[in-house]
């Protein structure tokens, strides 16, 4: 009887030590454990013991060897992606979001800039009215973009990538008036940007990302600046600068993407100008002539941003043994 006894026990522990999974990592020890959930990300799963914990952890796909489950059966991760289940050659589109494939984005975006008028535009302005006119203008204007980015590591959390961005700022982008309209200040700027920038991924569905990009800035500033009674056309006055920017990209599919950015520009513009009437002489605009010759500088500094969304496609890159 003893023994029946002792044999039916061995048998129990055998089945509770037995009913469990045990997830094998890359760096670490072997995990037991209950599986909960699984996808093509991470694996979900309770840590085994009784009574049964609340707690849920997760462990990523990409950190799993193997898997073997409480029924017998044993899944080999270490194949995982390496081998195709057929020999058909997979399109850009079914590459997205591998290291075999690049994404380019077209995208529109709502930006404001908050421009620093501590330049000697404003001391100009105060000269020929005498009083102390503040200098504003619309602050609102739309980038057009260009993006092309990849992956960097098999992990998948790193992105690369570079953006030719287009901004028409508005015609008033800079405005002031006197009080009779005699005077007058209207200048805009058409920016080129080229841009690199760094992301990496927020979350375990790697879809968001936080993003540094820094970036060449070269502009065009023209418009008028009319003192009573001549009316001076200012056109490709011509400066160079660069922005740094901080932000988050959203996937949120393989076609769409948000994009959102805080930033600082830094540019300022020296003024000449054209007489008007004339298609030869060109001469400049003096902030104080009769005490010095410091030409009038524009500048285009100050914080913005932007919120944006992009329409992407892929194209294939061959990158030996890339997943």
């Keep these: 009887m003893k023994t029946q006894i002792l044999l039916l026990s061995f048998l129990l522990l055998s089945g509770v030590v037995s009913a469990q999974d045990t997830i094998f990592v890359k760096n670490g020890r072997p995990i037991p454990a209950t599986i909960v959930e699984k996808n093509n990300i991470e694996i979900k799963y309770k840590r085994f013991g009784a009574p049964e914990p609340a707690a849920i952890y997760s462990v990523f796909i990409s950190d799993i060897t193997s898997i073997h489950y409480k029924d ?40 404001t800039f908050n421009r620093n008028g501590s330049d000697n535009l404003m001391l100009f302005w105060k000269n020929e009215n005498g009083i102390n006119n503040p200098i504003g203008g619309n602050t609102t204007y739309f980038p057009i973009s260009l993006k092309m980015n990849f992956l960097l590591g098999q992990s998948g959390r790193n992105w690369m990538g570079d953006e ?119 001469s400049s605009l003096y902030v104080n ?24 496609f892929y194209a294939k890159l061959k990158i030996p043994n890339a997943q």
């Design 72 to 111: 017998g059966i044993v899944a080999d991760y270490t194949l995982q992606g390496k081998a195709e289940t057929d020999n058909r050659p997979k399109t850009a589109n079914e590459l997205a979001g591998t290291m075999r494939a690049i994404k380019i984005s077209f995208g529109l975006s709502g930006a």
């Design 164 to 282: 030719l961005q287009l901004i028409f700022t508005p015609d008033d982008a800079i405005y002031a008036s006197n009080t009779s309209g005699s005077n007058e200040i209207k200048l805009k700027s058409f920016y080129y940007n080229i841009i690199l920038y760094y992301g990496h991924t927020l979350n375990h569905k790697k879809n968001i990302a936080g993003i540094i990009e820094p970036g060449l800035d070269l502009a065009f500033m023209s418009g008028l600046i009319k003192i009573n009674p001549n009316t001076y056309d200012i056109s490709g006055n011509f400066g160079a600068g660069f922005h740094l920017a901080l932000g988050a990209d959203w996937v949120i599919s393989k076609r769409l993407l948000a994009s959102a950015r805080v930033g600082q520009r830094f540019m300022t513009i020296k003024e000449s100008h054209k007489d008007s009437g004339s298609s030869t002489d060109y």
């Design 289 to 312: 002539p009769s005490v010095n010759d410091d030409l009038v500088s524009v500048k285009w500094t100050g914080p913005y941003a932007s919120l944006g969304l992009c329409w992407s």
